[in-house]
Structures are given as C-alpha cells and as structure tokens.
T-cell receptor, first 114, second 111 residues
Framework: NAGVTQTPKFQVLKTGQSMTLQCAQD?????MSWYRQDPGMGLRLIHY???????DQGEVPNGYNVSRSTTEDFPLRLLSAAPSQTSVYFC?????????????FGSGTQLSVL | KQEVTQIPAALSVPEGENLVLNCSFT??????LQWFRQDPGKGLTSLLL?????REQTSGRLNASLDKSSGRSTLYIAASQPGDSATYLC??????????FGAGTILRVKS
C-alpha cells in the first residue's frame, strides 16, 4: 500500500536555485494538494487540484507553481528558492475533494534554503 | 478570516491518565472539523472527522466533541499510553477544498 509518496525526503538549496518536489498517489484520487508546515503556524495550503488539468491557488501560492498532467502526479515547483521557503512540505490527496472526505498525507519533504 | 488555536501547545502526562486537548476556531460557519495525529518525520493521519451537524465522534479510546456555537472542539484520550505520544492537530473545513489547521499540541505520555 504505497498511498501518497513524496520525494525527496530532504533537500538543501541555495537561494535562487530551482527544484521540483514530487508527489504521487496510487489511490486514483482526483483531489491533490500541497501544504507547508512551519513551526507554530500549523499547515497552510499552497495549491490544489481537483483533477488532471485543473489547479487552483491556496492560501500561500506565491513563489510556487504546479501542474497536473496525470491523475497520479502533482509536482510542486520552486522557480527561485528563497530562505522564506524553508519549511516542511506535505502532499495530500482525497477521492474527489468532498467536504467530508478524509485526506491522506505523504510523509513530507524537509526543505532548507540557505 | 478563519483562525484555529490549540491549547496547550505541549502536554506531558503519566501513562494511564485521561487527557483533553482543546481546539478553538473563530468562524462557526464550518463544514466539519478533523483531528489528525502527526508522528515525528511522518505525515498526518486522520483520527476523527466531525460533521457540522454532529456533536461528537468516537474511535476506540478517542472521543472528539464539537460545539459550533462556541467555536470549540475537544479531543479526549482515555487511559493514555506511551504510543499516544505525537503531535495532535485540529483542522476546520470552511468552504471548498480548504482546511485551516491549528498549530498542534505536542503530547508526551511518560511510562
């Protein structure tokens, strides 16, 4: 049971570098999302998708890009990393994004931007 | 803007004790409230989901209550065990696909 898989688990970047955080799910979920978790602030929604080809912004989208070309994958791109993007990133999915559906989370990517 | 607050930020109890974690939210117009568990280096696991029309949900030793009018939820853990040590987060769903999370309560159960 793979569930939601995130890679890499850890990453260190220099300011200005770009990278892509990968997220894949094998549960045929239509809804996928990205959160960041910062100390003392809880998780905040970055971007989400309700199906292939459909994405939308969450609470803190600036500095991040997403695309959804397949049902399984939802990568998060940092085009020019900044120290403020140092955080733990979580990908989460659910069947269709319905209000009373449980979210399934990946194990996270810890990102440090120097 | 919906804000979610969890008190206390950290809690340490001896094994076997019953305990209560608190969650408060500022806007009572919610679809549901969820409690999650987060273990170090791991993702979040959904524990209980209470719909806005419900007052409580139970799963094993866990019981979560919801009082929308006062903007409060509690998570009651009975007969705590060292394996219950984790961070517990509550989150409210207000509209669309967006959850608003609290910062969490770090629980340590001492053996």
């Amino acid at each position: 049971n793979a569930g939601v898989t995130q890679t890499p688990k850890f990453q260190v970047l220099k300011t200005g570098q770009s990278m892509t955080l990968q997220c894949a799910q094998d549960m045929n979920h239509e809804y996928m999302s990205w959160y960041r978790q910062d100390p003392g602030m809880g998780l905040r929604l970055i971007h989400y998708s309700v199906g292939a080809g459909i994405t939308d912004q969450g609470e803190v989208p600036n500095g991040y890009n997403v695309s959804r070309s397949t049902t399984e994958d939802f990568p998060l791109r940092l085009l020019s990393a900044a120290p403020s993007q140092t955080s733990v990133y979580f990908c989460a999915s659910s069947y269709s994004g319905g209000a009373n559906e449980k979210l399934f989370f990946g194990s996270g990517t810890q990102l440090s931007v120097l | 803007k919906q804000e979610v607050t969890q008190i206390p930020a950290a809690l340490s109890v001896p094994e076997g004790e019953n305990l209560v974690l608190n969650c408060s939210f500022t806007d009572s117009a919610i679809y549901n409230l969820q409690w999650f568990r987060q273990d170090p280096g791991k993702g979040l696991t959904s524990l209980l989901l209470i719909q806005s029309s419900q007052r409580e949900q139970t799963s094993g030793r866990l019981n979560a209550s919801l009082d929308k009018s006062s903007g409060r939820s509690t998570l009651y853990i009975a007969a705590s065990q060292p394996g219950d040590s984790a961070t517990y987060l509550c989150a409210v769903r207000r509209d669309g696909n967006k959850l608003v999370f609290g910062a969490g309560t770090i629980l340590r159960v001492k053996s």
